[in-house]
């Protein structure tokens, strides 16, 4: 990426400089493992903090729940009407009041349905805008997250928690909040109307709750363990997916397609697996809660009769008995849907507790970071720093220079010396272990991480364009460049000649990640973006290894002169371009070995030397 301007543009820079010298803890071959299972943390405070996201909507879930409770304790009353009518109108054939009894049930039932549909119909308005703000929070702390949780996580369980995770948040907000509100007045209505009908009846129904409350809490820990291991499983998955797409050229190159099909199989059935045993679990409550929904049924219907037998209709009536028995329906009833909404509410669980730990992460942008370094003169100072990615391993070792205002510094060294990562430093994406990194003095660890890469532009080896018209990246240098700027700077380093031969111009369209432009022309495009930006420091890392030598000779003076009056780092295998550098840095295996002018180096005959004239030997 070309332009570094601030934790706005990170999200979009992100991929091409982590890519480089990037930890090897998603490799491929047998090294990429399995995926790491998370220990699922308390639910309470899950679902608390799920429910902190509806906000000023908590004044309407009252109204709703407000609504729900009188229409619930209108349908808790229809077998109570039930009971009173057979007793009292059925055995009298007093058919007026059954009339009047059915008249009023009909309205009971017609304003729960009512009240239920419009319940749910809010709750999802207001889910939806919960979701919307924690898919907001969550990607806002995505690009406030250091570079250091993207080399762990990887671009697939990025991509899987803010897509499936908060999808399944989504689904268990609007599915359960309301049923669950509904389940709680369901119960205690029911117990309340049961208990008055008949208390004996109704213990009967009681007596099996203890069984089966103590059931559900057993699926639950269960079921929701596994529906964890399903979202990881299912984001390694994608990463897979992700990864094997994006390189697919090379994987038809080395006809790794059947390596390619064994490692999507392998994560396949280990996610089948996962997903098998979560659903077996959380599968277990229906047939479970059917099976006692009918037995406490029949043995209401079974204990009533021989009450009845033997003590007549003074200790239970034949309404006690239907009216319980319907009750104990109720009763069941919504149990029975927390049953079915159950996979629904884990999965919900575990999505949120994915969601919320990335949202947790510690952001890259720290408090002590007061200086806004609005112009940057140029001087830059490397003071013994220390560096490695992996504790123990070291990737940088003592690195001391200095870069005067306006000079230009070439680092060359072998592949995997520790350059590139020089750049991420200077950048602030990464914590030092030891020296510091200053610019015109000032130490870049109290400098706003915005405001410093506002101030640097970049050019990389691998460059990246975005979905849009060539005018619209190129543009975003500088969003507020006229169409005469950004002309100009693509004519400086030699674009627009080619950009003026396309059917479209400047309003062609670039396809994802730029793959309906050769290499060179996406170079030659990211340059003209740096152009545009006119930073105060300027770092090429192979800027021009992609573009051809008469092109290369054409842009090289427009660099010059974008280098001019500007402290310039030139990351170079070709060493022929970097012979006028004011110093030349030698960087072997994370270490400075040689430090100087390209003539000194080349009197000292040390390992610049070798290089260069191993260069121009082939």
């Known amino acids: ?121 809010f709750m999802v308005r207001i889910s939806q805008n919960a979701i919307a703000k924690i898919r907001s929070d969550a990607f806002d702390s995505l690009l406030d997250a250091p570079v250091s949780y993207f080399d762990e996580k990887g671009a697939g369980d990025i991509n899987s928690r803010i897509s499936n995770d908060v999808e399944l948040i989504n689904n268990a907000m609007a599915q359960s909040l309301v049923q669950f509100v509904n389940t709680l007045i369901v119960l205690v209505g029911v117990t ?167 949202m947790d992460t510690t952001s890259e942008y720290e408090p002590d970071e007061t200086e806004a370094l609005a112009h940057v003169e140029g001087k830059l100072t490397f003071e013994h720093v220390d560096f490695s990615y992996v504790e123990g391993t070291p990737i940088l070792k003592d690195i001391t220079f200095q870069a005067d205002p306006g000079s230009i510094i070439a680092i060359v060294g072998p592949t995997g010396g520790g350059k590139t990562t020089l750049i991420k ?26 405001a410093l890469r506002k101030r640097i532009g970049i050019v990389l080896q691998d460059t990246h364009l975005f979905k849009g018209s060539i005018y619209e990246n190129i543009r975003y240098g500088d969003l507020d460049a006229t169409s005469e700027e950004v002309i100009d700077a693509a004519k400086k380093c030699g674009a627009h000649d080619f950009i003026t031969k396309l059917p479209d111009r400047y309003d062609t369209l670039v396809l994802e990640g730029g793959q309906n432009f050769s290499q060179g022309e996406r170079q030659l495009i990211s340059i003209a973006r740096t152009l545009l930006n006119d930073p105060d420091l300027l770092i090429l890392d192979e800027a021009t290894s992609s573009i051809d030598t008469r092109t290369e000779a054409k842009i090289q003076a427009s660099l010059n002169v974008l280098m001019k009056n500007r402290t310039s ?28 002018t390209h003539d000194t180096l080349l009197l000292e005959k040390g390992f610049y030397s070798d290089l260069y004239h191993a260069q121009f030997a082939l």
Not at 219 to 230: A, H, T, V
Not at 324 to 341: A, T
Not at 425 to 450: M, P, S
């Open 1 to 121: 990426m070309s332009v570094l301007k601030g934790k706005s543009d990170l999200k979009d820079d992100l991929k091409a400089l982590v890519d480089v010298n990037k930890v090897e803890n998603n490799s491929r071959w047998g090294r990429r493992g399995p995926a790491k299972k998370v220990k699922p943390k308390a639910i309470w405070p899950t679902i608390k903090r799920i429910l902190s996201y509806l906000g000023p909507a908590k004044i309407a879930i009252v109204f709703i729940i407000i609504a729900l409770i009188a229409a619930t304790i209108l349908n808790t009353l229809i077998p109570t009407l039930f009971s009173f009518a057979i007793d009292e109108y059925i055995v009298t054939r007093e058919y007026d009041g059954l009339l009047r009894i059915a008249l009023f049930m009909i309205a009971f039932a017609a304003i729960n349905a009512l009240v239920r549909y419009l319940s749910r119909f």
């Open 192 to 358: 309340v109307l049961m208990i008055r009908l008949n208390w004996a009846l109704s213990l009967i129904v009681f007596a099996f709750m203890p069984i089966l409350f103590g059931m559900i809490i057993f699926i639950s820990k269960k079921s929701r363990k596994y529906f964890m291991d399903q979202q990881v499983s299912l984001a390694s998955l994608n990463g897979i997916i992700e990864e094997d797409i994006t390189g697919l050229e090379v994987v038809k190159l080395y006809n790794h397609e059947p390596e390619m099909i064994d490692e999507f199989a392998r994560e396949n059935e280990t996610l089948k697996n996962a997903s098998f045993k979560a659903q077996l679990y959380s599968g277990l409550l229906w047939p479970f809660i059917h099976f006692f929904n009918n037995l406490i049924y029949l043995s209401v219907v079974a204990v009533g009769g021989f009450l009845y037998l033997q003590f007549g209709v003074s200790f239970v009536s034949i309404g006690d008995i239907s009216g319980v028995s319907q009750y104990s329906r109720q009763f069941i009833q919504p149990i029975s849907q927390i049953g079915q909404l159950f996979n629904t509410l884990m999965q919900g669980i575990a999505g949120a507790e994915r969601v919320f730990e990335m």
């Open 425 to 450: 430093l200077l950048n602030h994406f990464y914590e030092l272990n030891g020296g510091a990194i200053k610019i015109d003095d000032v130490d870049i660890k109290h400098v706003q991480r915005d």
């Open 569 to 596: 780092i030139v990351i170079a295998h070709r060493l022929q371009t970097i012979q006028n550098a004011d110093q030349i840095l030698v960087i072997k295996e994370g270490a400075l070995i040689e430090q100087g």
